[in-house]
């Protein structure tokens, strides 16, 4: 009983012994994704069964042996036959398959490379809001900080005799809201990191440490979305559907069969006996396309290929408004944090600090105090906010345009 006492504790050691503490910053965030997301991992084995199909893809069938023997009952005569026969498309079917497979191929490439687009977009997300929660929980902290000191400047005062115990109590519940507030923060700072570990591939005990702050407020440069990869395996899927069409009217004409064949017969030839005689054949068969002539394929690959013109149409549009919306979203979020953090927080941080004083002096009431420290943190929550959500836009601006993928390309590329 002891000994497995032992053993359980080893094996809980040596569990916690594999939890490591990962360090990044929001810029490795992208290599970070592309070496270790377990979905990412998982879909670039689409790439290599598309391989896989592409080397079936644009051969022959593969050649057929005939053999046949036939005798009478006392086997004295019979004969026996050998066929080879190899089927040969008499137009270019094979060349369009192989060619199809190679569409498919490069498909499949871009479907991994829109689900790695999509991917570090969402840990992006999720790392620009633990960024905010970040400052959040320090701006609140310094606001604790203060109610703690008023709270205990008003019980000093009330147990003086100067004011109300009610303006004491009242400091103590302000005082409370904080921390609960802090709380909550918390809370949802432990949550977005779970899901963020999730899409880095780290460990459920690993433990992450996110480095860093929410850049300026810069707009980034204009950037063109004609590479994106969802847009660009649109035009794919466009080209094999076109390549499905022709492929659909190759096959109009079923293959030709050619065959060589030998047949040895021995029969009885009275008076002269028992007599071998040997045949050397050739033949073709020739399939006529007169009842079957591939109508139903051919016009449903056409209305494919049509579909898929539409639907690349359609993305262009949907992409060039998205492009376009979340720039103007971005500009709006940049004036609004501007003009809260530079505008308006100053005045209610000169207006606090003169009720403070007047407050300390006297010359104001609690309540007056409350309500403007109120007012200054609700400010400087819209500003982390409003920057917030400046970061978001720009990151899905980043994911509208391809930009990490182009990245990628350029890199590899040199």
């Known amino acids: 009983m002891h000994s497995r006492f ?14 490591a503490t990962i360090k990044i910053t929001p810029e490795q965030i992208p290599a970070r994704v592309e070496r270790h997301h377990p979905g990412l991992a998982a879909a670039r084995w689409t790439i290599e069964e598309a391989k896989g199909r592409l080397k079936g893809a644009g051969r022959l069938q593969n050649p057929e042996l005939e053999l046949g023997f036939t005798h009478e009952r006392r086997f004295e005569e019979g004969n026996i036959n050998v066929a080879f026969s190899q089927a040969f498309p008499l137009t270019s079917r094979l060349r369009l398959e192989k060619k199809l497979g190679g569409q498919l191929v490069q498909a499949a490439e871009l479907e991994v490379a829109d689900y790695s687009r999509k991917a570090i977009a969402e840990a992006q997300t999720l790392a620009v809001q633990l960024l905010s929660l970040e400052e959040q929980r320090k701006l609140r902290q310094q606001q604790l900080e203060l109610a703690q000191t008023l709270s205990k400047f008003a019980t000093d005062r009330a147990q003086a005799g100067e004011i109300s115990p009610l303006d004491a109590a009242q400091a103590q519940v302000d005082s409370q809201r904080l921390i609960l507030e802090s709380r909550k923060v918390e809370t949802e700072r432990v949550a977005i990191t779970g899901q963020l570990k999730a899409r880095l591939g780290l460990q459920p005990d690993d433990t992450l440490q996110l480095s860093g702050a929410l850049d300026k407020l810069a707009m980034p440069a204009t950037k063109a ?78 209305a494919t290929a049509m579909k898929s013109m539409e639907e690349t149409r359609a993305l262009e549009f949907e992409i060039s408004h998205e492009v ?91």
């Open 225 to 302: 979305w004609q590479k994106r990869p969802d847009y660009i395996l649109s035009k794919t899927h466009e080209q094999s559907a076109q390549t499905s069409v022709d492929l659909a009217k190759a096959k109009k004409w079923q293959d030709w069969k050619a065959a060589v064949a030998w047949e040895g017969e021995r029969a009885e030839d009275a008076p002269e006996g028992l007599e071998r005689t040997g045949f050397f054949g050739f033949q073709v068969s020739i399939p006529l396309p007169f009842w079957n002539k591939n109508q139903g394929e051919i016009a449903e690959t056409t």
């Open 6 to 19: 032992k053993l359980l504790f080893f094996l809980l050691g040596c569990t916690a012994s594999q939890a």
């Open 324 to 414: 376009k919306s979340i720039r103007e979203e971005m500009e709006a979020y940049a004036r609004l944090a501007n003009e809260t953090r530079h505008t308006l927080l100053p005045l209610v941080v000169e207006q606090s600090n003169r009720i403070e004083k007047a407050y300390e002096s006297g010359q104001s009431d609690l309540i007056d105090l409350l309500r403007v420290r109120e007012q200054r943190l609700q400010l400087e929550v819209a500003a982390l906010e409003a920057s917030r959500d400046f970061h978001l836009a720009k990151i899905r601006y980043a994911a509208a345009t391809g930009e990490h993928v182009m990245n990628k390309r350029t890199t590899s590329s040199k």
